[in-house]
Nanobody, 123 residues
Framework: QVQLVESGGGLVQAGGSQRLSCAAS????????VGWFRQAPGKEREFVAG????????YYADSVKGRFTISRDNAKNTVDLQMNSLKPEDTAVYYC????????????????WGQGTQVTVSA
């Protein structure tokens, strides 16, 4: 069992930066891949970024590539999402999730989810 809690959301101006953090409980956290997803009002939840179990491999949606960076610290049971050059279209509730296997970009591959944190980017 893994419990995930996101933090770091809030209001930021376009062009600014924000760092989200996902804190996990459970001794088996390092055995899971972790992804960040987001859901904007009226839209489906979409994949944003993912990191492998050891942290050596990362994956990004095209819309955030070059602006967002995902990283993890298994000693601290945390996964961070550094978001730079934010745009109004990045406004969404951001979720972290843990997956044992499956397609990175498919939310159905993730067994555990956090409650989400709101990020609002003003123009």
């Amino acid at each position: 069992q893994v419990q995930l809690v996101e933090s770091g959301g809030g209001l930021v101006q376009a062009g600014g930066s924000q760092r989200l953090s996902c804190a996990a409980s459970g001794r088996t956290f390092s055995s899971y891949r972790v992804g960040w997803f987001r859901q904007a009002p009226g839209k489906e939840r979409e994949f944003v970024a993912g990191v492998s179990r050891g942290g050596s491999a990362t994956y990004y949606a095209d819309s955030v590539k070059g602006r967002f960076t995902i990283s993890r610290d298994n000693a601290k049971n945390t996964v961070d999402l550094q978001m730079n050059s934010l745009k109004p279209e990045d406004t969404a509730v951001y979720y972290c999730a843990a997956s044992s296997s499956g397609d990175w970009r498919n939310e159905w591959a993730y067994e555990y989810w956090g409650q989400g944190t709101q990020v609002t980017v003003s123009a």
